[in-house]
């Protein structure tokens, strides 16, 4: 198991990941179809996709829980 400190990294990872994956997948079948080597052209745009939403999760992640709890109020 990873020691607890990692919890940011390994949340902004599976995080970039799925979100990216998800991502150029609709994006890729919107642009071009669901055409013969659309898993070819999806895997190339997911790859790109995550180089940038990775450093992007890390860096937005925490500006987010900022803003998240001066919009949530505490409980009572």
């Known amino acids: 198991m990873l020691h607890p400190r990692l919890r940011t990294v390994v949340f902004a990872f599976f995080m970039a990941l799925f979100m990216s994956g998800f991502m150029s997948l609709v994006i890729s079948i919107f642009n071009v179809g669901l055409i013969d ?21 890390i860096f ?9 709890n001066k919009l949530i109020r505490a409980p009572l």
């Open 37 to 57: 080597n659309i898993t070819t052209i999806w895997l190339k745009a997911w790859a790109f996709a995550f180089c940038v939403a990775f450093p992007t999760v």
């Open 60 to 68: 937005v992640a925490p500006v987010v829980h900022k803003l998240t």
